[in-house]
Nanobody
Framework: QVQLVESGGGLVQPGGSLRLSCAAS????????MGWYRQATGKQRELVER???????NYADSVKGRFTISRDNAKNTVYLQMNSLKAEDTAVYYC?????????WGQGTQVTVSS
């Protein structure tokens, strides 16, 4: 079993920045994909950005040029640097990890963008 602990969410004004972190622990052998999803109130969960063990990234068009994902394989940690935040980025952000065909989710961290 893999456990995920997220941190870094909070309240920020439009145009501000936040950095999310997600540390994986437990039965870690070879994590393939690490990423972030988000779910706004009344909407479906959607991919924000993800990164493979080889450094290949996929991201939503809505965050292009504003969000950057990175990972530290030695620490089994994935980060999401969020800049130029907008009100529409408000959501619960979930860390997601894929290992050997299994998916694991974090508990979620709230990001609220409001003046």
């Amino acid at each position: 079993q893999v456990q995920l602990v997220e941190s870094g969410g909070g309240l920020v004004q439009p145009g501000g920045s936040l950095r999310l972190s997600c540390a994986a622990s437990g039965s870690i052998f070879s994590i393939n994909v690490m990423g972030w999803y988000r779910q706004a109130t009344g909407k479906q969960r959607e991919l924000v950005e993800r990164i493979t063990s080889g450094g290949i990234t996929n991201y939503a068009d809505s965050v292009k040029g504003r969000f950057t994902i990175s990972r530290d394989n030695a620490k089994n940690t994935v980060y999401l640097q969020m800049n130029s935040l907008k009100a529409e980025d408000t959501a619960v952000y979930y860390c997601n990890v894929q290992q050997w065909g299994k998916e694991y989710w974090g508990q979620g961290t709230q990001v609220t963008v409001s003046s």
